[in-house]
């Protein structure tokens, strides 16, 4: 059976993620224009961070370079490391952004931490070596923000660049492109609260510092390991084995 070539988004923030040693819980409402909406459940425990949606969940482990997604519904799982390398840069396109943020002076407490109401204001372009630059887009970004010194993951889209690739034949993405910031006032930092550009939405809806179980960071045990190897992956002997046995399974399921 051979994998097919599959769409990635990726998603390069200007913000700096840092380890994490408190324990969160928090509970995120993403609306979009055309009236969908996602919630996900996150959470942190020292480095490993756990993302729940409908479909299952995924452990991220930075330390260990590895990511492992479960599959509640069929009750099993599959691991991915990750290459211990930068993306690749394509010096052909860069993405040129200007922020500046305003400090509205409003102040609220939420979840027990203050709050700060930060707007801002971006203007950025594409531009290429072998064409023309692409037209100023500006976006407004009215943002809450927790003020506290806690090591909060940033789900902010501030000065965020997002690009589809597609995997080419040897299962490697495109080299993405070079960004260029320039910031005028204060960075939002903190927990990203709320923020609205136009008509999305994104709201931490629940919010937990309360000690977590090192159970939600670990695979059921009666949960079955798969592997999906994306086009053109070298897979370890151990892993070209249980391939082999699982697609033999499948093929025994299928009779």
Known sequence: MTANPRVLVFLTATLVSVPLHADLRIRIKQTYANGRTFFTTEYYKGNLRRIDSDAGYTIIDPINHRSITADTIRREYSVRTAANQPPAIDPSRTVFIESETH?????????????????????????????????????????????????????????AVSYLAVLNPAGQPPARPKVQISKRGPTPRGLAISERIADNLLEVQEYSEALLDPALFDVPADFRRVIRPQPGEQLSWDEQLLYTWQRFQDWLGRL
Do not use: C, M
């Open 103 to 159: 400090d509205t002076g409003e102040r609220r407490e939420i979840f027990g931490h203050q709050a700060l109401h930060l707007i801002t204001t971006e203007r950025r372009h594409l531009q290429r070596t072998d064409k023309a630059p692409s037209a100023v887009r500006e976006i407004t970004i009215d943002g809450w923000y927790l003020n506290s010194v806690l090591p909060f993951p940033n789900h902010s889209r501030v000065a």
